[in-house]
């Protein structure tokens, strides 16, 4: 589903019923992204004064993602449309827009994980995994993660949690 927010107060409602249709408390979620409960009120009560990156995380943990659509490009495309001149060659328009391969991560052999998949969002293949440690938390969760996927980045959320992406540079 889309919808469509031009204030950053209207995200306020989306928070809140991504996290309930993902059957989350607010607690869950904290869980999720290594903040207490009342970091995750704090952000669906005013998400307009968290950081990009901050949002980018808690939408990635409600496997949701942000898309930014220019209205601008659309408005031009309907006044082209109605016959409104407009300068354009005569080669189809393509899309340049390159789809990335979905990431595949692995869990360590030891230990009982849960690997979700993050930011795919809609049509697109997911670009990070989320893993969380589901039973007993070992010193070395980390370094058998890497272990088990050595071409990908694992970068520790929490104690429990690991976020699993491509390696910068890696595009």
């Known amino acids: 589903m889309h919808f469509p927010l031009h204030f950053s ?39 307009g004064v968290v950081s990009i ?33 407009k300068a354009s060659s005569s080669a189809p328009r393509t899309s340049a827009r390159k789809h990335s391969t979905p990431l595949t991560a692995k869990a360590p052999a030891k230990g009982n994980w849960d690997l979700h998949p993050m930011t ?10 989320l893993a969380t440690r589901l039973d007993a938390k070992s010193s070395h969760d980390g370094q058998a993660l890497r272990d088990a996927n050595p071409h990908l980045d694992v970068q520790p959320t929490s104690r429990r949690n690991y976020i699993i992406r491509p390696k910068k540079g890696s595009w």
Do not use: F, Y
């Not at 795919?120 to 990070?128: F, I």
């Open 9 to 47: 107060s209207q995200l306020r409602q989306h928070l809140r019923a991504l996290r309930k249709a993902r059957g989350l408390t607010q607690a869950d979620l904290g869980r999720l992204l290594g903040v207490g409960q009342a970091r995750i009120a704090e952000i669906e009560n005013n998400p």
């Open 53 to 85: 990156d901050q949002m980018m995380k808690v939408l990635s943990a409600l496997r949701a993602s942000l898309t930014l659509h220019d209205d601008g490009a659309d408005a031009m495309n309907a006044q082209h449309d109605e016959g409104v001149s």
């Open 120 to 129: 795919g969002g809609g049509k697109h293949p997911p670009t990070s995994v």
